[in-house]
């Protein structure tokens, strides 16, 4: 736990020098990404909660920080005294944006740095301020957790750029670009000015190490008729990359120029009649009432420097909708790494028992998940890790983002459950596997929960759906079997998965999120499935696999639509110990029997000089 107080104390005395009395810190950075690289990481510097998710709203005399069900355990452990917590999703309990208008009212200002915060929050922020009585929500420029932080805070980073070759991204950026073109003349648009990192290393199949486990760079973009240029820092791209982007006809500017080159290209297209008080009868040309697009989660700044409204319209990215259908290399890569990806694990949890049971070995949580990379490193194609590996035992299990660190974690008991969830960037794809183990006896109530997950996972994995149907329809089939127990869990049950990119990728996913009800299901996804439960202070099950959707043949088809199904990848077993048969159907055995099949034909020849991984393999692996 991190003692804020100071650090609280000299942002509260830069509030009053700006005049502001309610302060946004955001977890994204001026991407908004998800996951974030050390030096934007300002809500965990100003709050000491180090969740990926959450938001912090300071005053001049509360402080406030809000997660979701994901985080509450571990926010519980690490926010200290100064600060409130506010569980998302609870019941009477305020957003963050509900608290921070709460805050303003009697005309009080709110401020942000409107580079982490997006235009379209910026603004639902701006009208709930108002509806209760607030100030206004003022753009601060200087990001006042940065001048707080001063030289201590982390260097930006400046990790090289490489090329992501042809048959490993599967389409040229020509033809993406084009595809791109044809679609923003539909909308009958400008250009399209691009920030989300992760659209741009696909758009332009590159790739780089900006961000932990992340292979992203930071950048800009923008894609007009004729023209399409990239924003990056040019003293990260190699003489090979620059020589490869201009021939592709891709102009290359410095990163810092965004602001500057938007606000110029925005003037160049300006209606000159928008400032005018009063409207002429001149006739407006077609070119002159286009917009610019940008994506639904660009930055509160960039659509300011583009002339906000009057020129620029939000939409959801068509780059991340084309990025969400993977290509058929795409697709091969991420069934070749799911299979490599997998014969690690399935080394890994038989090293794990041999260690635990048969050599006695004392082992931490860190050591079990440094041994897990040191076994995937082995692998053809490993770049590194898609995410902090989760190694949690006993009641670390039930904090759903756990993250052991070297003398903060637990010695691994084999009398208690064992959960894992990890994944590896491999050139060919990503991968998140989460595995449930149990290397004692386990409780009758571990394994009626663990079976009733496995359901859960079972059920969608197998489930049939016509074209048209989205992720959050689907929600309920992977927690069906616990709710008619009265349980459930605080997360959602699927993300999208890049292809050699960001491990949660959208627009895609399995939940109660409403963005998962805006966009169908479509063949060339790919997504996870993993459904948990979790008993805090006690222990948690999660079990997930990769899947990807597929036409299926179905003997009708209602209304001449395609149906859908899925397939998965990962190559993993189920941990024996923890099914209870008896709540398994004669269906769900028969799939669990066929998959383990798989499993062992597609892995067993990884192990043919250790014999310790493949009799393991083969105890998992057997017909129940």
């Not at 995410?387 to 949690?392: A, E, P, R, V, Y």
Request: proline share 5%.
């Amino acid at each position: 736990m991190v003692d804020t107080s100071e650090r609280l104390g000299q942002l509260r005395r830069l509030m009053k020098d700006y005049k502001v009395d309610v302060y946004i810190v955001p977890s994204e950075d001026s991407h908004s990404s998800e996951y974030i690289a050390p030096c934007d990481a300002r809500r965990e510097f100003i709050s000491g909660f180090s969740g990926s998710a959450g938001c912090a709203v300071v005053t001049h005399d509360k402080a406030a920080l809000a997660t979701d069900g994901r985080y509450f355990n571990q926010a519980e452990k690490q926010l200290d005294k100064s600060w409130l917590l506010l569980k998302q999703g609870l019941q009477d309990v305020p957003t963050w944006q509900e608290w921070a208008a709460e805050q303003s009212q009697g005309q009080k200002i709110v401020g942000v740095d409107p580079q982490v915060i997006s235009a379209p929050d910026a603004r639902k922020l701006a009208e709930k301020i108002k509806k209760l009585g607030g100030g206004n929500l003022v753009a601060i420029e200087d990001n006042l957790v940065d001048v707080v932080w001063g030289p201590s805070r982390p260097v930006r980073p400046r990790e090289p750029i490489k090329l992501q070759p042809s048959h490993f991204a599967g389409k040229e950026i020509q033809d993406k670009l084009d595809e791109l073109r044809k679609e923003l003349d539909k909308k009958k648009s400008r250009g399209f000015v691009i920030s989300m990192l992760d659209e741009i290393a696909w758009l332009f199949n590159l790739r780089g190490n900006d961000i932990p486990y992340n292979p992203v760079f930071f950048s800009y973009a923008t894609v007009t008729p004729t023209e399409a240029s990239l924003y990056v820092d040019s003293s990260k791209l190699t003489s090979e990359v620059k020589e490869h982007l201009e021939k592709k006809g891709i102009t290359l500017r410095p990163y810092n120029k965004i602001f500057d080159d938007t606000a110029i290209l925005s003037q160049s297209f300006k209606n000159p009649n928008t400032d005018a008080k009063v409207i002429t009868e001149d006739p407006i040309s077609e070119d002159q009432t286009k917009k610019f697009l940008v994506s639904n989660k660009t930055s509160w700044a960039l659509k300011r420097s583009l002339g906000g409204d009057a020129q620029a319209e939000e939409i959801r990215s068509p780059i991340g909708d084309a990025k969400a259908v993977k290509n058929g290399a795409e697709l091969g890569g991420m069934r070749a790494c799911h299979v490599r990806d997998g014969a690690a694990l399935i080394e890994f949890f038989a090293w794990l028992e041999h260690e635990l049971i048969d050599k006695k070995s004392a082992l931490d949580e860190v050591t079990a998940a440094d041994k897990l990379e040191e076994i995937r490193s082995k692998h053809q194609y490993f770049v590194g890790l898609s995410f902090d590996t989760i190694s949690s035992t006993g009641p670390n299990a039930a904090v759903i983002h756990y993250k052991p660190e070297p003398g903060n974690c637990s010695i691994i008991d084999p009398t208690a459950v064992y959960l894992c969830d990890s994944g590896a960037q491999y050139l060919d794809g990503t991968t998140d596997t989460t595995r449930t183990l149990h290397f004692g006896e386990p409780s009758d109530m571990e394994r009626k929960a663990y079976t009733l997950v496995l359901k859960g996972n079972i059920a969608l994995d197998t489930a049939i759906f016509p074209k048209g149907t989205s992720g959050f329809a689907l929600d309920t089939l992977a927690r069906q079997f616990l709710w008619e127990e009265g349980l459930d869990y605080r997360h959602g049950t699927g993300h999208g998965v890049g292809s050699y990119l960001n491990v949660h990728e959208g627009p895609i996913g399995i939940g109660t999120r409403i963005q998962y009800s805006e966009v169908p299901l479509a063949p060339g996804n790919v997504i996870s499935n993993e459904p948990g439960y979790y008993e805090d202070g006690a222990f948690g099950i999660r079990i997930e696999n990769v899947i990807m959707v597929k036409e299926t043949e179905t003997k009708h088809k209602f209304g001449e639509k395609p149906y859908l199904g899925f397939e998965h990848v990962t190559m993993v077993p189920y941990c024996r110990k923890l099914i209870d048969e008896n709540l398994l159907t004669v269906k769900e055995k028969h799939w669990l029997n066929e998959y383990h099949a798989d499993i062992h034909a597609k892995t067993e020849h990884f192990f043919k000089d250790d014999q310790v991984t493949l009799k393991w393999l083969e105890r998992e692996t057997i017909p129940i």
